[in-house]
């Protein structure tokens, strides 16, 4: 290992690239893993890109890294579903959903972990003097919590004027009838009506992001709807919400029984007031029955509000009741198509602070940050969640510091203006129409 001392880090980090997958060739054996076959040229296959070195030289077995046949490896760049749905099957959704995380998350390997990593690879890590503190399995270093410079690049730059001038140029709100409605949620305060700006914004881009990250996601319609269009690679959602959770839980990492029973029950439910009120005041004992007391209750309560404050539905639609807002049908034919594109969406119960500082450095990870409007001085979120205080100034402090674009919105307030301007983003506002049918003006604070 000593004459590696005289070679520069960019041939070490090649000579690795070509020992690692030496290494994996060896470790199945030369049999693809997709396909099952031995062949004269086996290579490394990576079910993410090789282009993140976080995850790159993986060696784990629920790492990034397997053997392929070539013609499986070249399958991978157009259809990345039959080595995904390999993993997935081997692994599990939870290991899938981490690698993602970890793979959006940048290294910064020192030529000692290069060199550390091609000794273990090569069989010679035990004189390799490995520095002390490198994960065995090549666990990259947490981001910093401290303010980050990084250029905006000619892509994203156009997209986001492109957006611009689609917002100044918007003279009424959207209409729910132009979106196609994914959510089992009737949020309040969520961004239904956000969404086909959400799209024309990615579809601008020239190159699809790796990462689509909602970082208060509610009823994440925007996420969804991305992971529906396909705008991204991947989408990650996050909650804090016990009761949210549960749904979407329920809906991406449960078994296909759990999804069955959710949706048994929405079918077979006799919508009374008597019966919702004992599903809202049971005692669920397994995550999917608490996700069906959570959709009974978002969907029974005034205004789809859950927190401690709410109550009932008293007349519904036309003074028919209760059961006008109980749409078993469409609940049921939501969740189904969601189940279905679970492969797209991870989802995580997690604060949204330490979600988006997990992606931070990532330059392709596209942001939308949706908090409760909390500042200024009609503060509308105050009373609609459970978990409603947000630090605004770091909040703003942090979506600045990102290498990623930014999407925040925002209740408009000149507290939100403030921050926004001296945190250096762009304000757009853009018409929005409440349950009762007012035109109001939301604010979109954006960051190329």
């Known amino acids: 290992m000593e004459a590696l001392e005289r070679i520069g880090l960019r041939d070490l980090k090649r000579m690795l690239d070509r020992e690692h997958a030496r290494y994996i060739v060896r470790k199945y054996g030369g049999r693809c ?11 490394c296959g990576h079910l993410l890109s090789r282009y993140s070195e976080t995850t790159r030289w993986d060696t784990a077995d629920d790492g990034n890294c397997h053997c392929q046949c070539a013609s499986c490896n070249m399958r991978h760049e157009a259809d990345p579903s039959v080595y995904t749905e390999w993993y997935i099957r081997r692994n599990g959704k939870k290991a899938f959903d981490a690698l993602v995380r970890r793979h959006h998350q940048v290294a910064n390997w020192t030529r000692e972990d290069i060199l550390a990593m091609l000794a273990h690879v090569t069989g010679t890590a035990a004189t390799a003097g490995r520095k002390e503190g490198l994960p065995e399995d090549n666990l990259p270093r947490h981001v910093s919590d401290g303010q980050m410079t990084h250029a905006v690049n000619n ?11 689609h917002l100044r140029n918007k003279k009424v709100p959207t209409h729910n009838s132009q979106v196609r409605q994914l959510s089992p949620f009737c949020y ?22 790796s990462l689509f990250v909602e970082p208060f996601a509610g009823g994440a319609i925007v996420g969804l709807s991305v992971a529906a269009e396909g705008l991204a690679q991947h989408v990650f959602l996050s909650e804090l919400d016990d009761d949210v959770a549960a749904v979407w839980q329920t809906i991406f990492y449960g ?7 959710l949706c048994k029950q929405i079918l077979s439910f006799d919508v009374t007031r008597e019966n919702v009120i004992a599903v809202i005041n049971g005692n669920p004992r397994s995550t999917p029955e608490r996700a069906f007391r959570t959709i009974v209750k978002n969907r029974m309560h005034f205004g789809g509000i859950m927190s401690a404050s709410a109550g009932l539905i008293k007349n519904g639609t036309a003074g ?10 469409t609940l049921v034919q939501r969740i189904e198509v969601l189940h279905g594109l679970r492969d797209r969406i991870s989802f995580e119960q997690a604060d949204a602070f330490d979600v ?20 200024g001085e009609k503060k509308p979120g105050a009373l609609l969640y459970t978990h409603n205080e947000v630090d605004h100034e770091r909040l703003f402090a942090l979506m600045a510091s990102v290498h990623g674009s930014v999407m ?14 001296r945190h250096g983003f762009c304000i757009e506002s853009v018409p929005m129409k409440t349950n009762h049918n007012k035109i109001i003006r939301e604010l979109l604070i954006l960051k190329p």
């Not at 309040?188 to 992001?209: E, F, M, R």
């Not at 028919?320 to 049908?329: A, D, I, M, P, S």
């Not at 990870?365 to 500042?375: G, L, M, S």
């Open 408 to 421: 925040l919105t925002y209740n408009d307030a000149p507290e939100v203006r403030s921050l926004a301007e």
């Open 188 to 209: 309040p305060g969520g961004k239904t009506l956000l969404v086909p700006d959400v799209l024309k914004w990615l579809t601008a881009l020239k190159t699809k992001p």
């Open 155 to 165: 892509d994203r730059a156009q997209a986001m004027t492109l957006l611009v001038e």
């Open 320 to 329: 028919r009741g209760l059961k006008t807002h109980w749409f078993r049908e």
């Open 255 to 261: 078994k296909p029984s759990d999804v069955q029973w």
């Open 356 to 375: 988006v500082k997990c992606f931070a450095n990532d330059p392709n990870v596209v942001f939308f940050v949706d908090p409760p409007y909390t500042i």
């Open 33 to 43: 893993v997709t396909c099952g076959k031995v062949t004269q040229s086996p290579q």
